[in-house]
């Protein structure tokens, strides 16, 4: 019974982690995109 407990919690940490690493590569995806369409205006001007 402890073992399945122990592997719960250690899944949803798992899961959990996961989850919030999508979320940050997300907004550094963004965070670049961002700045390639400030450069591409700059260039263009």
Not at 8 to 25: D, G, H, I, K, M
């Amino acid at each position: 019974m402890l073992k399945k407990s122990i592997l719960a919690v250690v899944s949803v940490v798992v899961v959990a982690s996961l989850l919030s690493a999508c979320n940050t590569t997300r907004g550094v995806g963004e965070d670049i995109s961002a700045g390639g369409n400030a450069i591409q205006k700059s260039a263009s001007q």
